[in-house]
C-alpha cells in the first residue's frame, strides 16, 4: 500500500467514511445466491446452480498453475503472439495439455446463433458511438468501483503500467463489437480465450502477493460482476437515452455478450437467457460487490488523466472528462471514485447530451441542439478515441509475476 499516494487516500476518506461498510462486506456474510437457475441459458433442466462467489475455473485454473510452475509461459506467450483470427489453427509446439484445453475452449457452444451474432454486428455498428463510450469509458469507471477487481488490477503486473493495462482490457471489448467479431476473419473467439488464461493465470498468481487477503480472486461471481457492467449497464444507459432499437436488435445485443460469456469460462447456468433476467441478476450481484477503495481511488485518478491528457493537453478537458465520467456512471459510483463534481461542466452534460442523441437519432432538428452540445460531442468522441488507439497498440498475454515492488 506504500504506493498508494496520501493525497489520493485522503480524497477518497469521505467516501471511505460514509460507505465504507458496504466495500467491507465480505462474501461469507453477504446475501445468499437467490439468482434463478431456469432464467440462464441453461434452462429449467439445469437446476439449482451452486452459489457463483464459490466457483471459479475447474478446466483453466490447475492448467495455468502448472504452466506457471513449470516455466512454460513465456514460449507459450511467444507462440500465441500471432495467433488473431477465429479461424486460425492453434500454433505448432504448444504443450499438449495447453492445446487440448484451447481446442475445447474455442468452440462456440451448441446455442450460439450466427443469424443473431450477425445482427448484433450491424448493431454494434449503428450504436457504435453509444456503446464503446458506455463500454469503454463507463465501464471502465465502474470497474474500478469493485472493490475485488479494483485490487486485482492494481496488485497484479498490469497495475504497474496503466496505459498497457488500458489497452488490453479494451481488446475483448473492440473484439466484440467489430462487425466480423464472430465470422472467421474475426478475432472475438482468440481474445475471450486469451483473457480466460490471463484470469486463470491472475487466480495463480495474486494469492502469492504479500498485499492478497488470500482469497481467489476472479470467481464466477466477479465475471458476472465485470459483465454487468458492459452489456446489462450499456442496455440500461441506453434505455434512459431512448436510443431507438427493435427488440430483435436487443436480443442480438445480448446474445453476442452470452456467446462472450461462454467463451471467457463462465458456466451457462449463471449467463442470462433474456434482458429481464440479465436486470434481475444484475441487481443482485452488483450492490454487493461495489463500493469505494483506495487502490480505485487511484486508477480512477490514472485513467481520468490519461483520458484529459488525450483530449487536449493542458486546456480545460480535465473538468470536461470528470464531468462525462460522473454523467455516465452516476453520482453514487463517481464519488467512490472521488471524481470532482465540475459545477460548469456537469449540469451542461445532463442537459445537452439527451439532446445530442435524440439529434443523431434524428428526433429533434439541429436548431434545437445548443452550440456547447458540440464541444461534448467531440470530447465524447476523443474520449472514445482514447480507448480505440490504445486497443490497437498491444497483445493479451499470459503474466508470469503480480506488480513489481
Same mark, same amino acid.
Given at each position: 500500500?506504500?504506493?498508494?499516494?496520501?493525497?489520493?487516500?485522503?480524497?477518497?476518506?469521505?467516501?471511505?467514511?460514509?460507505?465504507?461498510?458496504?466495500?467491507?462486506?465480505?462474501?461469507?456474510?453477504?446475501?445468499?445466491?437467490?439468482?434463478?437457475?431456469?432464467?440462464?441459458?441453461?434452462?429449467?433442466?439445469?437446476?439449482?446452480?451452486?452459489?457463483?462467489?464459490?466457483?471459479?475455473?475447474?478446466?483453466?485454473?490447475?492448467?495455468?498453475?502448472?504452466?506457471?510452475?513449470?516455466?512454460?509461459?513465456?514460449?507459450?506467450?511467444?507462440?500465441?503472439?500471432?495467433?488473431?483470427?477465429?479461424?486460425?489453427?492453434?500454433?505448432?509446439?504448444? /504443450?499438449?495439455?495447453?492445446? @487440448?484445453?484451447?481446442?475445447?475452449?474455442?468452440? #462456440? =457452444?451448441?446455442? $450460439?446463433? %450466427?443469424?443473431?451474432? *450477425?445482427?448484433?454486428?450491424?448493431?454494434?455498428?449503428?450504436?457504435?458511438?453509444?456503446?464503446?463510450?458506455?463500454?469503454?469509458?463507463?465501464?471502465?469507471?465502474?470497474?474500478?468501483?469493485?472493490?475485488?477487481?479494483?485490487?486485482?488490477?492494481?496488485?497484479?503486473?498490469?497495475?504497474?503500467?496503466?496505459?498497457?493495462?488500458?489497452?488490453?482490457?479494451?481488446?475483448?471489448?473492440?473484439?466484440?463489437?467489430?462487425?466480423?467479431?464472430?465470422?472467421?476473419?474475426?478475432?472475438?473467439?482468440?481474445?475471450?480465450?486469451?483473457?480466460?488464461?490471463?484470469?486463470?493465470?491472475?487466480?495463480?498468481?495474486?494469492?502469492?502477493?504479500?498485499?492478497?487477503?488470500?482469497?481467489? /480472486?476472479?470467481?464466477?461471481? @466477479?465475471?458476472?460482476?465485470?459483465?454487468?457492467? #458492459? =452489456?446489462?449497464? $450499456?442496455? %440500461?444507459?441506453?434505455? *434512459?437515452?431512448?436510443?431507438?432499437?427493435?427488440?430483435?436488435?436487443?436480443?442480438?445485443?445480448?446474445?453476442?455478450?452470452?456467446?462472450?460469456?461462454?467463451?471467457?469460462?463462465?458456466?451457462?447456468?449463471?449467463?442470462?437467457?433474456?434482458?429481464?433476467?440479465?436486470?434481475?441478476?444484475?441487481?443482485?450481484?452488483?450492490?454487493?460487490?461495489?463500493?469505494?477503495?483506495?487502490?480505485?481511488?487511484?486508477?480512477?485518478?490514472?485513467?481520468?488523466?490519461?483520458?484529459?491528457?488525450?483530449?487536449?493537453?493542458?486546456?480545460?478537458?480535465?473538468?470536461?472528462?470528470?464531468?462525462?465520467?460522473?454523467?455516465?456512471?452516476?453520482?453514487?459510483?463517481?464519488?467512490?471514485?472521488?471524481?470532482?463534481?465540475?459545477?460548469?461542466?456537469?449540469?451542461?452534460?445532463?442537459?445537452?447530451?439527451?439532446?445530442?442523441?435524440?439529434?443523431?437519432?434524428?428526433?429533434?432538428?439541429?436548431?434545437?441542439?445548443?452550440?456547447?452540445?458540440?464541444?461534448?460531442?467531440?470530447?465524447?468522441?476523443?474520449?472514445?478515441?482514447?480507448?480505440?488507439?490504445?486497443?490497437?497498440?498491444?497483445?493479451?498475454?499470459?503474466?508470469?509475476?503480480?506488480?513489481?515492488?
Amino acid at each position: 500500500m506504500a504506493e498508494l499516494s496520501r493525497r489520493k487516500i485522503l480524497i477518497s476518506g469521505g467516501a471511505l467514511g460514509a460507505l465504507g461498510a458496504l466495500a467491507a462486506v465480505s462474501p461469507a456474510h453477504a446475501a445468499p445466491w437467490t439468482w434463478p437457475s431456469n432464467g440462464s441459458i441453461a434452462g429449467a433442466g439445469a437446476g439449482a446452480a451452486a452459489d457463483p462467489r464459490w466457483v471459479w475455473d475447474a478446466e483453466a485454473d490447475p492448467l495455468l498453475a502448472s504452466l506457471i510452475d513449470r516455466g512454460d509461459v513465456p514460449r507459450v506467450n511467444e507462440l500465441l503472439w500471432d495467433w488473431d483470427r477465429n479461424d486460425q489453427p492453434l500454433p505448432a509446439g504448444l /504443450p499438449a495439455d495447453l492445446r @487440448d484445453f484451447m481446442e475445447h475452449a474455442r468452440q #462456440l =457452444p451448441a446455442w $450460439a446463433d %450466427r443469424a443473431k451474432l *450477425e445482427r448484433a454486428a450491424q448493431f454494434n455498428k449503428s450504436r457504435g458511438l453509444y456503446l464503446n463510450l458506455l463500454n469503454g469509458v463507463g465501464g471502465g469507471m465502474l470497474s474500478t468501483a469493485i472493490p475485488k477487481e479494483a485490487r486485482a488490477v492494481y496488485y497484479s503486473k498490469g497495475g504497474a503500467d496503466m496505459e498497457d493495462r488500458v489497452a488490453k482490457t479494451s481488446i475483448l471489448g473492440f473484439a466484440v463489437g467489430d462487425l466480423n467479431a464472430y465470422r472467421p476473419d474475426g478475432d472475438c473467439i482468440v481474445q475471450a480465450v486469451k483473457t480466460r488464461l490471463v484470469h486463470a493465470a491472475v487466480r495463480h498468481l495474486l494469492q502469492q502477493s504479500p498485499h492478497w487477503d488470500g482469497t481467489i /480472486p476472479i470467481s464466477q461471481e @466477479d465475471m458476472l460482476v465485470t459483465w454487468h457492467t #458492459l =452489456p446489462t449497464f $450499456a442496455m %440500461r444507459r441506453m434505455r *434512459e437515452w431512448q436510443v431507438p432499437m427493435t427488440t430483435a436488435d436487443a436480443d442480438a445485443y445480448l446474445h453476442v455478450w452470452q456467446v462472450t460469456a461462454h467463451l471467457l469460462g463462465i458456466k451457462d447456468e449463471y449467463i442470462p437467457a433474456s434482458w429481464a433476467a440479465a436486470n434481475t441478476q444484475s441487481d443482485q450481484v452488483l450492490p454487493r460487490n461495489m463500493g469505494p477503495t483506495p487502490e480505485g481511488v487511484i486508477l480512477t485518478d490514472i485513467l481520468l488523466g490519461q483520458l484529459a491528457e488525450q483530449t487536449s493537453p493542458g486546456s480545460i478537458s480535465r473538468p470536461l472528462v470528470n464531468a462525462l465520467a460522473r454523467y455516465l456512471v452516476g453520482d453514487q459510483v463517481a464519488d467512490w471514485d472521488a471524481i470532482r463534481r465540475e459545477p460548469v461542466w456537469g449540469p451542461l452534460i445532463s442537459t445537452v447530451w439527451p439532446l445530442l442523441v435524440k439529434f443523431r437519432e434524428g428526433l429533434i432538428p439541429l436548431p434545437l441542439v445548443p452550440e456547447v452540445a458540440w464541444i461534448i460531442d467531440e470530447a465524447a468522441r476523443n474520449y472514445i478515441l482514447f480507448y480505440l488507439t490504445k486497443g490497437e497498440a498491444t497483445k493479451l498475454e499470459i503474466p508470469v509475476i503480480n506488480r513489481p515492488e
